[in-house]
């Protein structure tokens, strides 16, 4: 199945950064099945491949030849936040891996004799900050904290690609439901063991997203040329953490009753606990939703069920 730009014409060749990560590898495949032609930027040269386009955020480098004539650009690459306690090289480490490499691919596609259709650049609801019970769209403003202006840099880093006349699509992920990563992956042994919790005092909500409707929406904003600008990329129904906790303690038919301690997250994670852990940011996908998209797994327990293959 190709997807059609704005121009009408057929998207039948994509680059995606980050294609060996969660989504990245998982999006590859799906395109693939679907017709497309998928190439991936990485960080290893492989003159023989014509597949693999080489880069390094770091020093400026990018096979910018490769590039041209591409139809689209998937951008996901960027170091993970959760990986560790946040350091200050550690958040000038997080920063600088959005904000180079988008800034490297956007300029590089913007001086393209044939530039792409289109840019898809992954952002994160954390743009929003910590906003309690507040119902958020995409018009709301940025938020404080470290992760909203890492958001706020990551995309405006896009900018040489619109003002280039590329169509170009920013999506606010929240936290992906997968067992191969991210929250899930991290959670899922305490689950499992019987020791799973709520975290903190529970009240604060998620905006989650099954893996298979992150990568619909994907595809998804790829031929459609209404979509561009920002999308808040979460399921309709946010939940609390508590929630959460209760929810996934059924799907896997195991108690939950030993919750996290406020104190005990601070003492371990430092500013990554206030800003990942114990945030509350109900974000809804408003956007997504009046230009049609149609959720797959929009409540939490189907969508836990498919992911953990507990149907």
């Not at 507040?134 to 938020?143: C, L, N, R, W």
Request: aromatic letters at 6%; a neutral charge; glycine letters at 10%.
């Amino acid at each position: 199945m190709n997807t059609t730009d704005q121009d009408g014409e057929k998207v039948k060749s994509v680059v995606i950064s980050g294609a060996s990560g969660m989504v990245g590898s998982a999006l590859a495949a799906r395109l693939s099945e679907h017709g497309f032609s998928v190439r991936r930027l990485v960080r290893e040269k492989a003159e023989n491949d014509p597949d693999v386009i080489f880069w390094d955020p770091a020093t400026g480098e990018i096979e910018a030849k490769k590039l041209d004539g591409i139809g689209a650009a998937i951008h996901l690459a960027g170091e993970n936040v959760a990986a560790g306690r946040w350091t200050a090289a550690r958040k000038e480490r997080i920063l600088e891996s959005r904000t180079q490499g988008t800034t490297l691919l956007t300029q590089t596609l913007a001086k393209l004799k044939n530039p792409p259709a289109v840019l898809v650049s992954a952002s994160g609801i954390n743009y929003y900050g910590d906003r309690g019970d507040a119902v958020i769209s995409e018009d709301d403003p940025v938020g404080k904290g470290f992760l909203a202006d890492v958001c706020r840099q990551w995309e405006a880093a896009t900018q040489p690609a619109e003002e280039a006349g590329i169509r170009v699509v920013r999506l606010r992920i929240g936290p992906v439901l997968s067992p191969e990563g991210g929250m899930l992956k991290k959670i899922l042994p305490p689950f499992l063991a019987g020791a799973g919790g709520r975290i903190g005092n529970g009240r604060q909500f998620i905006s989650w997203i099954a893996l298979p409707d992150l990568l619909a929406v994907l595809e998804y904003a790829l031929g459609n040329s209404s979509i561009q600008g920002a999308y808040n990329v979460v399921a309709p129904n946010p939940v609390t953490n508590a929630e959460f906790t209760r929810t996934l303690a059924k799907v896997l038919s195991r108690p939950a009753f030993l919750p996290v301690p406020t104190f005990g997250l601070r003492l371990a994670f430092g500013e990554m606990a206030d800003e990942m852990l114990l945030s509350s940011t109900r974000a809804l996908p408003q956007r997504l939703e009046a230009a049609g998209f149609q959720f797959q797994y929009p409540e939490l327990e189907k969508a836990l069920r498919k992911v953990l293959d507990k149907d």
